[in-house]
């Protein structure tokens, strides 16, 4: 179509680089123009139960680039995930961004203020295990369905923050999940690589149907999106090393991504972890354990000791692989399901 000439150099100027670069952001009720930081909420709409409203931040760069989201709290009491995206929420300043940064700090609003571990506790559900969501499920399910649509669906990269939760004493480690896509995968692992934590997880035979993916950076890897999923913290603490171990990471991960000035500090000869092995609880009982976090161990080796309420041992529990303690349970309390440890395999070679 040929336009006459006073509207085609209208259209110039309109797409002029100058003006490429004045992009505002919004994700839910945070709007931030270039430059910007604002705050706001994902508002879940009531439905079979109650809704809810889960604050997220934008960055808006100054400069044009690509678009992370830092993701964290699905498990709100997994403390040292949530503080560290909040001193980010602090940190980061959009005069030195490129592109834009979505921050949500507390996906499970109910479970931080109720102080209930694991759980949504509104409707029972993990919301880091429902995946794209259902605009029509309970809570967690339409959360998850907000968030696929207003943050994975329109981000590049993304980062998911966990840690142990409550009753689990965790060593930090991230998980890196290939996807057979060549592209993605090489930018996933230089993003993993730069976060620096010294333990990464090969995640590999998970769910490809993008309808059943279940776990959030799952759900940005099968859309496309470049994802990894990191944890630090233990037992309800708020260490500032660990603190420091996420802020660091995802500083780091952003100079990798171009996203900010400066070099990555990238891990060298991290352990790769190749197969992980959950000890799982037959029963209710006392748990004493004889390994710390973090701790190597043989194939066969005792993990601790579970006596009945009175003092009986009722089962010795070991591990069924050599490796690594990721997790263990940091509480006396047992019941039957409770994961008792999660061991990690040594991969041979690296990926
Ligand atoms: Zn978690």
Redesign the pocket.
Known sequence: MTLPRPFMLGIMILLSPAMLLAQSFSVGTAAAGPGQKATGLLQVTAGVDAGTNIPVVVVNGVKPGKVLALVSG??GT?YT?IIAIEKLIGALDPAQVSGTVILVPLVNVASFEQKVPHVNPIDNKSM?RFYPGKADGTQTERASYVITKEIVDRCDYLIDY??G?LDESLRPYAYWGPTGHETQDRTSKEMVLAFGLDHIIIWSERPTDPTATRYLDNTASVRGKASIVV?AGHAGTVETDDVNLLVNGTLSTMRALKMLPGEPHPIENPVWIEKLSDVIADGPGIWYPLVKRGTYVSAGMKLGTITDYVGKVIAEPRSPVSGVVLHVNAVPSLKKGDNIADLGAVAAHAP
Do not use: T
Request: aromatic share 0%; net charge negative.
């Open positions: 699905a498990h997994e995930s880091n966990h840690g939760d944890e």
